[in-house]
């Protein structure tokens, strides 16, 4: 059974490294805050009905923080939201360097975590999701933690 997905649910958009590091100038290095952490204390809180990429729409100082996203970031939200910034970060370093400018599908970020109720515990759906992003977006970063055994 294939699942029919709402477009307007289905975010196509990335955020730029940018928006990853005004997060941690809130958060700190330091911080021992999971993805999940970030999403209930700062995302749902800042981006009350919207998602936390749509705060960060046009651009300011010739930064464009939201455009079409270039790489999909496959996470658990278990993981250290530093551990995750510092493997995008590399990513975006990396792709800086050959003149590309790359825009992370990071579902804390870019899905309207206030609009996702029906959609909590149903697995098929969130597949579905998933594999139509990847399919779409054409790569992944997928962040394993720790490396030998996640």
Same mark, same amino acid.
């Given at each position: 059974?294939?699942?029919?997905?709402?477009?307007?649910?289905?975010?196509?958009?990335?955020?730029?490294?940018?928006?990853?590091?005004?997060v941690i100038n809130e958060i700190g290095l330091d911080s021992t805050w999971t993805s999940a952490d970030v999403c209930q204390k700062i995302v749902t809180q800042k981006a009350?009905?919207?998602?936390?990429?749509?705060?960060?729409?046009?651009n300011y100082r010739?930064?464009?923080? &939201?455009?079409?996203?270039?790489?999909? &970031?496959?996470? &658990?939200w278990s993981y250290?939201?530093?551990?995750v910034f510092e493997i995008v970060k590399n990513r975006s370093?990396?792709?800086?360097e050959k003149g590309i400018k790359e825009y992370f599908w990071f579902d804390v970020f870019v899905v309207n975590q206030h609009r996702m109720p029906h959609a909590e515990n149903d697995q098929e759906w969130w597949s579905s999701m998933?594999?139509?992003?990847?399919?779409?977006?054409?790569r992944v970063?997928?962040?394993?933690?720790p490396w030998g055994s996640p």
């Open positions: 059974m294939h699942t029919t997905i709402p477009t307007d649910l289905v975010p196509t958009m990335g955020v730029s490294i940018e928006v990853f590091e005004a009350t009905d919207c998602s936390f990429a749509d705060l960060f729409h046009g010739d930064i464009s923080y &939201v455009e079409k996203a270039t790489c999909f &970031v496959s996470h &658990v250290r939201f530093v551990d370093v990396r792709s800086q998933f594999q139509q992003n990847i399919s779409e977006i054409g970063i997928a962040i394993l933690s």
